[in-house]
């Protein structure tokens, strides 16, 4: 069965600096994807990034990074210069080959002060 | 930018009840989705539908529930009679393809529900 994990249920971080926000998953799949999701305190769920199990490059999207570890099983997402607009709560997700289901971590509150 | 859309907001409704959850998908997209979100809990996936069949579906998606898509824009979750438990947000999403591995699923803003 696939499982996502967050550990940190809330990050606190400075205006300007970087943060990481980790994500651990398990699959006996070979074949997966992974996802990110941003939802504000408005509730809507806002795509970021995705990583492929066979991407060999780290995907980035802007100010989004994901630090693809395959070996270790996790896909961290590294947000760079922080900004207050990005406090929100951020969701990890996995789906494998065969199936269409997302299947979401416990997700992480980030909180981004000045 | 095209986005999903879903009607209304917010439904309060009595146990036992039932309710019609509306969504409206990005038009050219093909692959359905229906997740719900329990106040302060994680995203659980309900049940995906393409080419007017269900794809997938979770253990939470009992007999209770149904999808439809009862024309070319539309696609509803009905839940036939409601309990407590049901009480969350309902997000629909939809995808242009469920093939590949990196089709990404965008969501809309999600209907509250609310039980009695």
């Known amino acids: 069965a696939q499982k996502i994990t967050q550990t940190q249920p809330g990050m606190f971080v400075q205006e300007k600096e970087a943060v990481t926000l980790d994500c651990t998953y398990d699959?006996?799949?070979?074949?997966?994807?992974l996802f990110w999701y941003k939802q504000p305190s408005s509730g809507e769920m806002i795509f970021l990034i995705y990583q492929g199990s066979y991407d060999e490059q780290n995907a980035t999207e802007g100010r989004y990074s994901l630090n693809f570890q395959k070996a270790r099983k996790s896909a961290n997402l590294v947000i760079s210069a922080s900004q207050r607009g990005d406090s929100a709560m951020y969701f990890c997700?996995?789906?494998?080959?065969?199936?269409?289901?997302?299947?979401f971590g416990k997700g992480t509150t980030l909180s981004v002060s000045s | 930018e095209p986005e999903v859309t879903q009607t209304p907001s917010h439904q309060v409704t009595q146990m036992g009840q039932e309710v019609i959850l509306r969504c409206v998908p990005i038009?050219?997209?093909?692959?359905f989705y229906w997740y719900r979100q329990i106040l302060g809990q994680k995203v659980e996936f309900l049940v995906s539908f393409y080419n007017n069949e269900i794809s997938e579906k979770s253990e939470i998606f009992d007999d209770q529930f149904s999808v439809e898509r009862p024309d070319g824009s539309n696609f509803t979750l009905k839940i036939r009679s409601t309990k407590l438990e049901d009480s969350a947000m309902y997000f629909c999403?939809?995808?242009?393809?469920?093939?590949?591995?990196?089709?990404?699923?965008?969501f809309g803003p999600g209907t509250r529900l609310l039980v009695l």
């Open positions: 038009s050219n997209h093909l692959y």
């Open positions: 999403a939809s995808s242009d393809s469920s093939g590949r591995l990196q089709e990404t699923q965008y």
């Open positions: 997700a996995m789906r494998n080959q065969a199936g269409t289901a997302l299947i």
């Open positions: 699959t006996s799949d070979q074949s997966y994807g």
